[in-house]
């Protein structure tokens, strides 16, 4: 039975890549820090009218002196602190008390402009620069951002109403981005209204994301929540997030600029979230994955009223991988697409892309998974160059707006190759089960 065989090695293989050790049970918490200040003791009015970015630049300037005596809290008390971009420093907690809100700027002349990342080559929106993040940390050890579920409010409306006008002037600027950063923490806070991502790592190590709830407005345009980016051992817990495009979505760097970088995402896992995507995916790979993205496991998710439930996402020119990924525990509602796997989508940054660079997508192993009011099982469309290959459906139970009727097309697939096991609706013939594959060997 060659199907079972290969079938068998596929398992094996995720079982090896994903059975030792999780990045999620390492127990992260804040460390306890000996100094601590207030951000009232730097001048700041939390009022929602004074502009308090100079505060926040002098607290953290301050605080820096405190980096190799254990680290210090800067401590934000109940209040509206409207503030534009700032840094970080490395050994600092920013602490956010109830009812404490961060409010960004909505002047772009209160947020920094600073060049693209390398391993994109330009903004996101467009050529050239980007604004900086509202809460940024650069080549940072041992930072923390956390809180009794106080609030960071992006105010975003103006970022997406210019981008919607095409009025930007630079690339929109995220929430909060940590960059070649190393052993960060994010956890027990509310974002809203993020002007493109809410939080954005990107060639960092160790992130703990936990217990974060982040907004936006369902017509917001492609916002996106949580983006692990050319980074490696990262945990996403225990959050809900609702955003107008992907709430999750894991990335490595676009086209040539990607590939030339060569920093993957590696080693992660993203557990017990509750995801909503309007016109994204709940969770989604690329498709901007140029420097690969592998060895991801997300085990417990409720996706609902998403245009897509599990995406992957490429095109010739990308190059690099998607590959050893394991998803289960999912539970959908009101999903469009249950699965996507497209091979021919999205951009280019510029016309400097290697037409020849083809992606990989291949152990892919999607089990344990019900959904309710599906439109689309599955849409699977690699590319003749480079087809998808060892795809692993196992234990999937989808019940389908549509089904039983004439127009029933619960599976469309393409330059796939993989197999399946107790799956319904049954899935096409270039995903087939295992005994339908060797109920036709038989018959020959």
């Known amino acids: 039975m060659p199907v079972a065989l290969v079938l068998l090695l596929a398992l094996s293989g995720l079982i090896r890549s994903h059975g030792a050790g999780s990045v999620c049970d390492l127990g992260r918490r804040p460390n306890s820090r000996p ?5 009232l003791e730097f001048g700041a009015v939390g009022d929602g009218k004074t502009l308090n970015t100079l505060a926040f630049q002098n607290a953290v300037f301050y605080l820096k002196s405190f980096a190799d005596k254990g680290g210090a809290q800067l401590y934000v008390p109940p209040g509206r602190w409207l503030t534009g971009s700032f840094n970080l420093t490395s050994h600092l907690t920013l602490f956010l008390e109830k009812d404490a809100v961060i409010l960004a700027s909505q002047d772009p002349s209160h947020w920094q402009v600073v060049d693209p990342l390398p391993s994109y080559g330009r903004g996101i929106d467009l050529p050239g620069k980007r604004y900086m993040s509202l809460i940024n940390g650069y080549e940072l050890r041992d930072v ?12 975003g409306l103006i970022w997406w109403d210019r981008f919607n006008s095409r009025s930007l002037k630079y690339s929109r600027p995220h929430l909060v ?3 070649s950063s190393e052993n960060v923490i ?5 974002f809203l209204n993020a002007p493109a991502y809410t939080i954005h790592s990107v060639y960092c190590r160790h992130v703990y994301i936990h217990r974060v709830t982040a907004n936006t407005s369902p017509e917001s345009p492609y916002t996106i929540g949580i983006v692990p980016d050319s980074s490696d051992n990262v945990c996403i817990q225990d959050s809900t997030i609702n955003m107008g495009y992907d709430a999750i979505s894991l990335k490595s760097g676009w086209d040539e600029y990607g ?9 992660v896992q993203i557990r017990d979230v509750h995801l909503r995507a309007a016109s994204g995916s709940s969770i989604s790979f690329g498709s ?19 245009l897509s439930g599990v995406a992957f996402r490429t095109t010739k020119g990308r190059g690099g991988y998607i590959k050893e990924i394991d998803v289960s525990d999912i539970h959908m509602v009101n999903v469009r697409t249950a699965f996507l796997a497209n091979g021919s989508f999205g951009t280019h940054p510029d016309t400097g892309f ?4 083809y992606p990989l997508v291949s152990h892919i192993r999607l089990h344990d998974i019900v959904g309710e009011n599906i439109s689309v099982a599955g849409d699977f469309f690699g ?13 999937i139970s989808l019940s389908m707006t549509n089904s039983g009727s004439p127009d029933d097309d619960s599976w469309r697939c393409l330059y796939v190759e993989g197999s399946s096991e107790s799956v319904v609706p049954e899935p096409c013939s270039e995903l087939e089960s295992y005994e339908s594959s060797y109920g036709r060997a038989e018959a020959l």
């Open 259 to 267: 590939i030339s970088y060569a920093r993957p995402t590696a080693n």
């Open 177 to 179: 981005e940590f960059v």
């Open 354 to 357: 290697d037409e020849n660079a």
């Open 383 to 395: 590319t003749k160059e480079s087809p998808f290959t060892s795809v692993v459906l196992s234990n």
């Open 144 to 155: 923390v951002v956390t809180g009794d579920n106080g609030t960071i409010d992006g105010q």
């Open 35 to 39: 100094h601590s200040v207030s951000i």
């Open 186 to 190: 994010v956890s027990n806070l509310t």
């Open 288 to 306: 901007e994955m140029s420097g690969g993205i592998s060895d991801v496991v997300v085990l417990g998710a409720y996706m609902h009223n998403s």
